[in-house]
């Protein structure tokens, strides 16, 4: 429900109390579907900002993991260990947003933890430099599930006006858009930037550059912003690939990706040496790409709207309809990064990062 204006004014006098300098932290995971965050508020054990980093005073907690589908009901309880950190642009500052990693009583890795190892390959290659830029988008929909802004009964005009749009009639929920930006910048999110996109209620942002391991961290955390800006606003933001059937574009998360080595003068002998390993580990990379195994994709990519088929692995300069582009300009400067055009809309970046690395630098 869209909380009314005076509702929103008195939201207001409660959030300008003043706290005496207590800080409230907001831990947020990604629970057992893979794809979907949890959260819940505890006190740090200092309420002193400056002291607070990942690891001290923002002690391991738990959670029942029978309700978020990552532990048995006899044997409920689940670690949330904090991992990263941002500033809570709901809560204004001094609070936090605390990013968690999901153990189980054992302090092992959950089944949905792709952090852990993750991070332990981006650490193997921290010589390598690997940076990625996300480019996550994701659709708008009304409480009822409808795409937002679209009639209730049919559809709009056909594709051609929306993507990159101004005005009434070609951009749905902008106001989301600017505010969510705002949250991310605030909260130290490395935004780069937003474009409204080819489906009608379809826009994209991007994340990055992003050195190893805080690729994951970034995005799940603006994610996170995203959904909790749409409360806001009454809207829901939809990260499946293909919200709509039919002729309307799907949703991705092009991945964008360099090693030093790219980077450097004449790097486009590293990137088309990338791109040659990369085809021949084309379907473990498919079914990693979404939480399904390769099933969300399925959906998305046919090969039409800006998709190359789930079934073949292509490259290219410029080319949008490839499994792998080679932005014009570095085919032109002859170095900096390739990007990967199949991770789906819901992926988990930090399986996606982690493979990238896999299989272009450890060579497996
Ligand atoms: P597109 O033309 O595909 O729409 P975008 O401008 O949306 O491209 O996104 C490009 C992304 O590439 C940005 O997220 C940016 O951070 C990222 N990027 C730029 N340079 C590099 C690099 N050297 N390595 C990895 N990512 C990069
Ligand atoms: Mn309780
Ligand atoms: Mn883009
Ligand atoms: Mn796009
Ligand atoms: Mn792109």
Sequence with gaps: MVISYNNFILKQN????????RVQAMYIWIDGSGEHLRCKTQKPLTSNPKLLKVGIYLPLWNFDGSSTNQAEGSNSDCYIKPVALFRDPFRGDPNKLVMCEVLNYKQEPVATNNRRTCKAVMEEVKEDRPWFGMEQEYTLLDVDGHPF??????????????????????????????????ACMF???KIAGTNAEV?????????GPCEGISMGDHLWISRFLLHRTCEDF???????????NGDWNGAGCHTNYSTEAMRQKDGIVAINKAVEKLSKRHFSHIKAYDPQGGKDNLRRLTGLHETASIYDFSSGVANRKASIRIPRHVGEEKCGYLEDRRPSSNCDPYVVSELLVRTTILNE
């Excluded at 009454?234 to 709509?244: E, L, R």
Aim: with cysteine; proline share 11%; charged share 15%.
């Design 149 to 182: 802004g679209w009639p209730k009964q049919g559809f709009p005009g056909p594709q051609g006006p929306y993507y990159c749009a101004v005005g009434t009639g070609n951009v749905y929920g902008r106001d989301v858009v600017e505010a969510h930006y705002r």
């Design 199 to 207: 489906m009608p209620a379809q826009w994209e942002y991007q994340v």
């Design 187 to 189: 909260a130290g999110v």
């Design 234 to 244: 009454g809207i829901i933001a939809s990260f499946d690939p293909k919200p709509v």
């Design 14 to 21: 409660y959030m300008n109390l003043d706290c005496q300098g």
